[in-house]
């Protein structure tokens, strides 16, 4: 039986909904899983902290909310400090470098991965895709959602004409991804 | 549009709408209910029909009346506080047996309460809130896909008894995104107006079948119809006086009330085995009341969930059966008592009854469910 | 020659008659002006729908043998803008009074002729709530007595037209129910233009304004109407106000066009459409 929770959380305007949307969106759409995806909402959602949570099962999802993740992508020290502590042992934790500074007493039995993810899309010359450089980092690492299934959510959710540079961010994650789990 | 997507609650009840006729939206902003409006500002004017932002939505409630005698499938939906508006007109459209569908997409309350979480408590107001006698139709989804489905149902049960119908969705499924299937125009079966049988010289408007339901022509169908708020007789001409009253009034209730079983719609779920404990749950939370009984059934206890889909009018038949079975039942809502007083009234001492409720603002833990029924069945009844 | 039938009788719903109003009350007169325009005006009489919310002028409806609605107190233009809206082709006429238009109904009458939907509406002002028995209503002048003004009103009335005209009405006249040749060709000019339309009818109750403020019979208020009404055509609707004891300007003081809701819904559609 597989069953996932997911956060990904951040501050407003990151792309963090829209992040856990196509994590949804590629499980259930394209990798036909049963998914429940929820946010927050409200002035938090355009500002602060902000969180969406994502299920993903092989079975039905009676209660739709995450409650202990099994993965969480940190976007702002904000959240770190909201959703980054007391993870279960065996937890993915992702983080951007950049913007989140971690404690190393919170990583014991953590799978934790960081990237600049914020960086990286600003060398692409869009800041808005860090999250899709994220979401991609999440693939390669997790594996939760297939790799076609994302880029398929992706591209049927993103503007068109803004496809190209979204493929290029999160295949720019997935290779991070490789780099960092070589490492490991 | 059809085919599978990854769409909210919200977007869902007015693609429902869509798929069940609905070409004419009037609403008025409020949150959680705001995407149905946005939804369909989007799509109704790309497929013939009307979007409309009224002013109010006392507004919004009277102009789906007035497009409904104007021959358009017609909705609104909102929360709570436009919901309280609303009950003014849908009293309207009850006495006048306009079909309509209204959402009420609920979260906490009362008054404006929280705009963005969820809570379950304006079920009694669907229920009871426009003033005087009458039975209404109420339906309650517990996920994005039910709130597709139930708002073709809500159409189509507005159409068959001619009366206002309830969709009581709530903040949690409006704002949850889950995989919807949204089925092509032919595989969706419309119920029609219920157009008269007779010419307009033999046609009297509020003459009423079997099941006293009425037909009507639509305004410009050349019946020269009078429809008025005030009680009416069977020509729909006011008639002040207690004969008239009493004879429109309890049509009007028989029309549900005797029309129950047809109208009733329900789910069990580890129901077979006639279980000892049962939950009696709705709409979001008959979710994690779900969760709680798979884990309770895999400690070997013997509980079973009785999902509403037909909130109103109460299965009365149904829950009375099960209390006669079961040991105890609880009623799992996120408000302070309410579904739970018709279980209680409805069981009439069969069976010791207990309501799990929540004030809002979140959706019940399985946990605190299966706290709240420990603590239950050790102190007994209250 | 006897005549048993009035000319009329086919138009009204005969087997509701006699009517509720009192002896000299003018709604009759506006109804009758309401039958007469429509007979002039070559509308498929099938076609004519009369909507009112509640009040002695929210009956009207209920006596025309046309397809008719009577809707909860001052809701007969929300209504009106749905059955408008479903289906164009409908001529849609509210009869309602001040109260019920101005009082609880006035947010839906600014905003429906802000959008200039597609209605012709006539409002027959008999500065009080007449059904109810003569309470205050926003159109009773500055001193009037009323049920519940009985010292003397003291708050400031509405100007009907006034208020019609800047919300954006694009037909808007005032007349008495002494003008009935005026008020009859008023209101077929009104139902055939496209737009939204008001008429303010300065009329009588007899039984409650009337009797309050020793305004006399019936036949009184009519000679009032004549010595005190003075025809403005034009005339800027801000100067229009009516006081006791002022003289009441009637005319056509509004006939302008401007797209509908309708005519500017259905551009917006056909655009999509081309730019799919």
Known sequence: MMHYQIRVSGFGGQGIILAGYIIGKGA???????VSFTQS????????????????SSEEIDYPHVTDPDAVIIMSQAAYARYGKNLKPGTFLLTDSDLVKVDPEDLVNIKHFSIQATKFSEDLGKKIVANIVMLGFFTGITEMVSREGMLKAIESTVPSKMFDINKTAFEKGLQEAEKAKVAV | MHGEFFMNGDIACAEGGISGGCRLFAGY?????????????????????????MEDEIASMNCILGASWGGVKSMTATSGPGFSLMMENLGLGVITETPCVLVDV???????????????????????GSHGDYEIIAISPWSPQEAYDFTIKAFNLSEKYRTPVLVMTDEAVGHMTEKVTILPEDKIVLEPRRKPPLPPDKFKLYSYDEKNIPWAPNAGDGYRIHVTGLTHDERGYPVVNAETQNKLVRRLVNKIRLNEKEIADYKGFYMDDDP???IVSYGITARPSLSVVRRLRKKGMKIGLLKLNVVWPFPEDVIRKIASIATSMFTVENNLGQVSIEVERVNFGRCPCFQIGHAGGEIHSP???????????????? | MVIDKHPMDDWLRKDRIPHIWCPSCGIGIVATCYIDALRASGIDRDKATVISGIGCTGRIPGYMNLDSFHTTHGRALPFATGIKLANPELNVTILSGDGDLFAIGGNHFIHAARRNIDLTVICVNNFTYGMTGGQVAPTTPMKAISATSPYGNFEHPFNLVHVASAAGAIYVARWTTLHVRRLRNAILEAMTKRGFSFIEVISPCPTSYARSNKLGTGLDIMRFYQQRSVIRHGFDPAKTDI?????????????????????NYEEYCKKLKENK
């Open chain 2, 276 to 278: 000892e404990i049962v």
């Open chain 2, 367 to 382: 946990e605190e469910i299966i706290k709240e029924i420990e603590v239950s069945l050790k102190n007994g009844h209250r």
């Open chain 1, 41 to 56: 909402y409200g002035p938090e959602a355009r500002g602060g902290a902000c969180s969406s949570q994502v299920i993903i």
């Open chain 3, 243 to 263: 006081t006791m004891s002022s003289e009441i300007i009637v005319g056509k003081f509004v006939d302008s066009e401007k797209p509908t809701f309708t005519d």
């Open chain 2, 106 to 128: 609920q979260r906490g309350s009362p008054s404006t309460g929280l705009p963005t979480l969820v809570g379950q408590a304006d079920m009694m107001q669907a229920r009871w």
């Open chain 1, 28 to 34: 259930s759409i394209y990798d036909r899983s049963n």
């Open chain 2, 29 to 53: 902003p409020i949150t959680p209910a705001t995407e149905i409006a946005e939804r369909m500002s989007q799509r109704l004017p790309k497929i013939g029909g009307v979007f409309i932002q």
